[in-house]
């Protein structure tokens, strides 16, 4: 079966910090894989998606990067973060063709102090 | 153009009572339509999907959803709450690609 891990689960990092949080996917080949973020009251948005090794599509500007090194493990980064980079992320995974179930990591609570 | 509504931000119920959350979409395409539950600090999690099969969808914890086309809505229903099912809900809708619609979410109370 598939399971989706993603790490750290919280962090508090001071702002002009930088920030990595990974993903990595289990038991499936060539996965979409996707980061959201989750800021209160906002819903869902979608930062950055992923079809395959070093391919990376934005969805908005902001002061995050994605990268995705192997096929099933994605990082979300920032060089310096700022105050409104402060949310909840989630990761998640889909097949590769249709309008497929997307499976979520249990998330990584970001502070920025 | 696809769009999510849920009608309700906050639905508050006894234990043992039925559950109605309520979402009602647009969209140009067929859509792939889904019910998402998130606990505090968890991610979400599926309860069911629609995939233009039975339009009657069974979930699990109980859970089941009807697509009503006419109506444009899929809404979420059970017919009687637990505490446990005290958490957000998520309307989504997914017309294959990468385009996928959240809803705002509604919250459950449930009430002992």
């Known amino acids: 079966s598939q399971t989706i891990h993603q790490w750290p689960a919280t962090l508090v990092q001071p702002v002009g910090s930088p920030l990595s949080l990974e993903c990595t996917v289990e038991g499936t080949s060539n996965p979409n894989l996707y980061w959201y973020r989750q800021a209160a009251g906002r819903g869902l948005q979608l930062l950055f998606y992923s079809v395959g090794i070093g391919q990376i599509s934005s969805e908005v500007p902001q002061n995050l990067s994605a990268s995705r090194p192997q096929d099933r493990q994605f990082i979300l980064s920032s060089k310096k973060l700022l105050l409104s980079d402060s949310g909840f992320y989630l990761c998640a995974w889909s097949v590769r063709s249709g309008a497929n179930v997307l499976t979520f990591g249990a998330g990584s609570r970001l502070t920025v102090l | 153009a696809q769009s999510v509504t849920q009608l309700d931000s906050h639905v508050s119920v006894s234990e043992g009572t039925p559950v109605l959350l309520r979402c009602n979409y647009s969209s140009s395409y067929s859509p792939s339509l889904f019910w998402y539950v998130q606990h505090p600090n968890k991610g979400l999690q599926l309860l069911l999907k629609y995939t233009s099969a039975a339009t009657l969808v069974k979930g699990i914890n109980g859970f089941e959803a009807e697509f009503k086309k006419s109506e444009t809505s899929f809404h979420l229903t059970k017919p009687s709450a637990h505490m446990s099912d005290a958490a957000e809900y998520f309307c989504?809708?997914?017309?294959?690609?990468?385009?996928?619609?959240f809803g705002a979410g509604t919250r459950l109370f449930v009430k002992a």
């Open positions: 989504v809708v997914r017309t294959g690609g990468f385009k996928t619609i």
